[in-house]
């Protein structure tokens, strides 16, 4: 590999979609002189709406096969359908991606399984357009029971409503909870299509190296306002190479003895807050009890929409003067307020009293998060879990 810091990160790119031989060749050549050892090309490529122009198909795979000969090296396509995979594996491709709209659907990703069962291929798995955790870690699922080894994720970003700055919202807690639920398989970030444009894929690249992902898959074109497909995202090879070099890579820990000192004074400072945090939440939340108890008894409803925007403006305000990011906490908020609904609610039907008493709840906050009584939420605290219903993941 030509940039030394990259060493160890899978790096894997290449055009959006193969167009004519020519193009694939002049994208290519400089990529694997350059040291990329796997190239992404799209032969089938889902539209969302009819009209775009949908991959050649077959027509472009002896390209591919003879190119692949010729620069010994690796190239990797998406599959959709059980023939997609026949078809590639006739011209000895056998890296192929499942794209964020297969992984959404568990039949689709079954009959993939299928037609892939027992041979020796690797799969990465983008994940679902939406942000389901599950549906990501079942594609693994479906994959692993066919006997595949050799699987890789790759984060590529959920779909947005409506126009925003990413094309997809990179809601990195997702890869990062994936992460932490298949701790050996590689994940890798697809920043071309979080950004849908060129010039801040470099952010998020950076982003995904300092999360110490495993690597990266960039979209690049010899002549990328020309390309037939994803014109505006992709990089020229000599551009790609650039933003390699201009990426920091971090290691998996501290190593130096004074470090890991410091940082285990810093992280015990952390844990002495987080416990001040609970205590507090503990106490808003017993709080937000005692008004649900008396909205009952004064057949007043839950939700308060003037108290509500008050609440959730002036936190903004709090947010900013003290130095905070106001986006953050009104997000924390919102969380928040649907949790005190529910807490109220749960209240209003075993109607039973608040768990500690009115006033100054402290001595109850320090015995309840001592374990002393059942309240709150257990399924919300869960790092695991998937966003609770009704509530959106955090945008970055
Ligand atoms: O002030 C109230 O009425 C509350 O119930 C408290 C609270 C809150 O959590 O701040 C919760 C629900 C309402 O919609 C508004 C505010």
Request: hydrophobic share 40%.
């Amino acid at each position: 590999m030509v940039i030394e810091s990259m060493q160890d990160k899978v790096i894997i790119a290449g055009p959006c979609s193969v167009e004519t031989p020519e193009q694939l060749r002049a994208t290519v050549v400089p990529l694997v002189a350059g040291g990329i050892k796997e190239i992404r090309v799209g032969i089938w490529k889902p539209r969302t709406r009819p009209g775009s122009f949908e991959g050649l198909g077959k027509q472009a795979l002896p390209w591919v096969e003879a190119l692949g000969n010729e620069l010994e090296v690796d190239f990797t396509t998406e599959v959709a359908r059980p023939l997609h995979v026949e078809e590639a594996l006739r011209h000895n491709i056998t890296r192929f991606w499942i794209g964020a709209r297969s992984t959404t659907n568990p039949f689709t990703v079954q009959e993939l399984a299928e037609a892939m069962r027992g041979l020796k291929v690797s799969v990465m798995i983008k994940n679902p357009v939406n942000p389901d955790p599950a549906l990501w870690i079942g594609a693994v699922e479906r994959m692993q029971a066919m006997g595949i080894e050799d699987i890789r994720l790759i984060h590529r970003g959920f779909s947005n409503y409506s126009d925003t700055f990413y094309r997809n919202s990179p809601m990195w807690q997702l890869p990062i909870s994936l992460k932490t639920h298949f701790p050996d398989l590689p994940m890798l970030c697809d920043p071309s299509h979080i950004c849908g444009r060129r010039d801040t894929l470099a952010q998020v690249a950076q982003m995904a190296m300092d999360l110490n992902f495993d690597g990266l898959m960039v979209e690049t074109h010899h002549q990328p306002d020309a390309a037939w497909s994803d014109a505006v995202q992709q990089l020229t090879p000599e551009a790609f190479f650039a933003l390699l070099k201009g990426l920091r890579t971090v290691r998996e820990a501290v190593e130096s003895w004074e470090a890991k000192k410091i940082l285990q004074g810093l992280r015990d400072a952390i844990d002495a807050c987080d416990r001040e945090l609970m205590e507090a939440l503990l106490r808003r939340q017993n709080l937000a009890k005692e008004v649900g108890l008396l909205k009952k008894k004064h057949g007043v409803a839950l939700f308060q929409r003037e108290r509500w925007k008050q609440v959730f403006a002036s936190r903004a305000e709090w947010a900013e003067a003290a130095g905070l990011d106001a986006a953050f906490v009104q997000h924390m908020y919102e969380l928040i307020h649907v949790h005190a609904l529910k807490t109220q609610e749960a209240a209003l039907q075993s109607g039973g009293p608040p768990s500690s008493p009115p006033g100054s709840p402290k001595n109850g906050v320090k015995a309840q998060l001592n374990g002393k009584t059942k309240d709150g939420d257990q399924k919300d605290s869960n790092p695991d879990s998937s966003p609770a219903e009704g509530e959106n993941p955090a945008e970055e």
